[in-house]
């Protein structure tokens, strides 16, 4: 799975590369070296203006857990973080997104947790691992998008309408499957306009835009437990596991 990951480029960083031709620059999220299910969450997709018919390419703030126009209640996205890439395009929660609302999440790397057996010395733990592209480069990880609306809120409040969104999951591999056995799927940048333009809606095609983030060059780097609590964040959780141990992994 995909349950923490860390976005920190600014938003005019993102709009470079991207190409993107709208978003709000009032519309601001902080840096976040630990998002955690339910955070906004920074987002690339391709909406059609209802004035005008034109398609834009935008970035917006979408909260991170994806809820389905008929659930009852907004807390349904905490446990819909991910969606499985074998049945995202059957199961009835995702199976409108992935054919017309697909969009782009933005993540610098992403966290995984390893179990570390008990020795005599120490208890059994989780050890957070940081896996990220070995270039530096921003990953582009697959997501969906869905919009909810809150029945119990009056139509004119601002509250009414919520946008959520999951990110695409796949078996694990090479260095993230050292660590867990799920990893995020990602799009690479020629096949970026594929798959947010929401007319293309052929399943196939669009499974086969999916790839392993950075092409599967990835390192994955033991850090700092203090990512364990989500209300911990800044760069100094990217410091190394301070254990004795070599902390970089590259597989």
């Known amino acids: 799975m995909c349950g923490r990951y860390a976005s920190t480029r600014r ?3 993102l709009v470079d590369l991207f190409d993107v031709t709208r978003w709000d620059p009032d519309q601001a999220l902080d840096p976040s070296w630990n998002v955690a299910p339910t955070d906004d969450v920074w987002s690339v997709l391709e909406r059609v203006e209802r004035d005008t018919g034109e398609i834009t390419r935008q970035l917006r703030p979408l909260r991170w857990g994806l809820v ?4 009852k ?10 969606a499985r890439v074998e049945t995202v395009a059957e199961k009835p929660a ?8 697909r ?28 896996i990220s592209p070995e270039d530096g480069q921003v990953m582009a990880l697959a997501g969906l998008y869905e919009f909810w609306r809150d029945r119990v809120v009056p139509d004119d409040d601002p509250g009414a309408w919520w946008t959520t969104c999951t990110i695409i999951t796949t078996e694990a591999t090479d260095a993230v499957g050292r660590v867990h056995p799920r990893m ?9 306009s594929t798959w947010l333009d929401p007319a293309h809606q052929d399943a196939d095609e669009l499974r086969a835009l999916l790839a392993a983030p950075a092409a599967g ?18 760069p100094q959780l990217l410091d190394d596991a301070t254990d004795g141990q070599a902390t970089w992994r590259r597989w």
């Open 11 to 13: 938003p005019q960083d």
């Open 68 to 71: 389905p126009s008929w659930a």
């Open 73 to 82: 209640s907004l807390n349904v996205g905490a446990k819909m973080i991910n």
């Open 94 to 101: 995702y199976r409108r997104a992935f054919a017309k609302r």
């Open 103 to 130: 969009c782009l999440l933005p993540a610098d790397g992403f966290y995984e947790w390893q179990a570390v057996a008990a020795t005599e010395a120490t208890k059994a733990r989780k050890q957070p691992y940081f």
């Open 184 to 192: 995020p799927l990602a799009v690479a940048p020629d096949d970026w």
């Open 217 to 234: 060059h990835l390192d994955a780097r033991a850090v700092s437990t203090a990512v364990n609590n989500v209300r911990n964040n800044g």
